[in-house]
């Protein structure tokens, strides 16, 4: 792994956005916590000030890293809701989380690196610059798709299916591919 340059992806946690609302003016610390109650917690990752009766977008990050983080519900429910705050919140959006690689990916990008050897721009070589960017499940190379000279990539992200990407994410692959 380390000759070729190629160590292990790690995990990530998910993160997104809830929409909150209280009956009366209320700051809510960083770090407070919400629930899905079946073991899964997320943490505010600001202190945000809800003002009486209008709804407010907080930002969360999952407790632990992994798929299992990533949230596709409508809502949760604060741990310990302060004084005048709705129980439940409404998700927006939750994603992002991916599990470590296995080992066989690992050992299987490690290969492909071997046998390429140095990289040329071939299709292949692309493939394989998109898979080492963590959290891309599979990569589907589209030449002249619009025109000659044109080249798209296409990804899904990793997870059990696997889903649409996260923009953090297409920003990691198109920064890889820059590169």
Not at 38 to 57: F, I
Request: aromatic share 6%; glycine share 8%; hydrophobic share 40%.
């Amino acid at each position: 792994a380390k000759r070729l340059e190629c160590p292990r992806n790690g995990g990530s946690k998910a993160s997104g956005r809830v929409k909150a609302t209280s009956n009366t003016a209320v700051t809510i610390p960083a770090g407070t916590k919400v629930t899905d109650g079946k073991g899964h917690y997320w943490l505010t990752l600001y202190k945000e000030t809800l003002t009486a009766n209008k709804p407010k977008e907080i930002q969360v990050i999952a407790e632990f890293e992994g798929v299992s983080w990533n949230f596709d519900g409508e809502q949760l429910l604060w741990v310990s809701p302060l004084p005048g705050v709705a129980a439940q919140v409404e998700v927006i959006e939750i994603s992002a989380g991916v599990d470590v690689e296995d080992v066989e990916a690992w050992r299987q990008r490690m290969m492909d690196k071997e046998a390429l050897g140095l990289i040329r721009d071939r299709e292949a070589d692309l493939r394989r610059i998109v898979k080492d960017v963590p959290g891309v499940a599979d990569v589907f190379i589209f030449p002249k798709r619009r025109g000659l000279g044109s080249l798209d990539v296409a990804i899904t992200a990793a997870g059990n299916p696997p889903n649409s990407p996260s923009s953090a994410i297409l920003a990691l692959v198109q920064t890889a591919l820059e590169e």
